[in-house]
């Protein structure tokens, strides 16, 4: 049974990195359907989901360590953070953010990179 405070709301990313960034963007956008979107601060080609969710398509190491693939929604990244330290995972200590998100990644006992997504709220516009 979970007593922490974080709460995961969902899957709000989902990325690949490729060598074929170019060809593998070209054929979600064309084969799959998927329209093109532009984030500012984001090194990657963007596919916004039904569901709410993105799916990025970058080059290796073109946004630092390529080799996470889920970013988990959740509604307080700071509080999530704090929790998984306190449980012993590895955290990296910095928070990135876009036009868009606040994020952190994280290391699990598989062994690879996951992250934590924070929606940013939306400016006045």
């Not at 690949?16 to 090194?43: K, Q």
Request: charged share 25%.
């Amino acid at each position: 049974m979970h007593n922490g405070l974080m709460r995961v709301l969902g899957v709000v990313f989902v990325g690949t990195a490729t060598r074929s960034r170019a060809e593998m963007a070209a054929f979600v956008e064309e084969v799959l359907g998927l329209p093109r979107v532009e984030v500012a601060g984001v090194e990657a080609d963007l596919f916004p989901l039904a569901d709410g969710g993105r799916f990025a398509v970058a080059s290796p190491g073109g946004m630092g360590d390529t080799g996470r693939t889920i970013g988990f929604l959740i509604d307080d990244l700071d509080a999530a953070l704090a929790e998984l330290r306190a449980a012993g995972v590895e955290v990296d200590g910095r928070i990135g953010q876009n036009a868009e998100h606040r994020y952190a990644h994280f290391r699990a006992p598989d062994g690879r990179l996951y992250e934590l997504i924070e929606r940013r709220p939306a400016l006045p516009g």
